[in-house]
């Protein structure tokens, strides 16, 4: 793995920051760090909102890769990547269909939970069926407390712990305010940790887990983004034997969704029995002055240039160099 790709040989780069989803203004954040970091490397880098002009004008424009900043829909979701093959300018993450499965946290556990990989009890619920739900029969099935989250947002947006049957239904019509499916999960009560994996194929590594401990255990968007009283712990604390165990586990949950580029993932460890649980995956994980892969990556010796740089170097394409 190069850390010291040439800046000269990377042409003209386009970093996508904003966009339209939700978590525009993260995308703005971990985007214009990105580019600060690969001007001061000598890489002929512009910024570039999709939510402010054409994706054509990349290719008229002679852009000849992109880094994908976007965060959430139309950036993260497939959207962006299935433009860029059509113009065949390479990009940084992973293709269509991994980025496509992995935005969907329903999809992603599917797959997982068909690989015999381990993932909390999960209910999908559909906004028409809110009003005739049974709280009991939900709760009975996933226990409380339980999770209620958007199946298709990130940073924490419209994600509810529910403690009481009676706040069930209030969380439901929060989540669907932001998705028309609604991931209902079993709470895992125990260590919270993250994983990045950089790579693809055989070749993916994980790098060093970072266990977060949030304020009373809350680790939403504020808490992610704008406070600095979440703690990060790297080294992560855990048994060496335990680390390498949940590293093995996302690097498994990483390769059978066809990732590529670089990704995280975030692992719930039971308390009680020690046994890891996959919760989703970001093919776009966040790159500001909060965020967890850099973090993880100066830890293992790449600081936040050389890692921007090296994403830069795996731009690729899903059917580079196919027939036709």
Known sequence: MTHNAKPMNMGKVAVLMGGRSAEREVSFMSGQGVLKALLA???????????????SELKKEGFQRCFIALHGRFGEDGTVQGALELMGIPYTGSGVMASSIAMDKVMTKRVWQAEGLPVPRHVLVHPAQIDSLSADELIQALGLPLIVKPAREGSSIGVSKVQRAEDLHPALRAAAACDHDILCEQCIVGDEVT????????????????????????????????????????????????????????????QVLGCRGWGRIDVMIDGATRQPYLLEINTSPGMTGHSLVPMSAAADGMPYEALCCHLLASAALDYEGAAG
């Open 41 to 55: 490397a000598g890489v002929d880098a512009h910024a570039f909102d999709p939510a402010e002009r054409e994706l």
């Open 195 to 254: 994983c990045p994996v950089l790579g693809a194929g055989d070749d993916a590594r994980a790098l060093s887990v970072i266990r977060i401990v949030a304020p009373e255990g809350n680790y939403d968007y504020q808490n992610k983004y704008f406070t600095d009283d979440t703690q990060y712990l790297v080294p992560c604390g855990l048994p060496a034997q335990e680390e390498a165990a949940i590293q093995a586990l996302v690097r498994q949950a990483y």
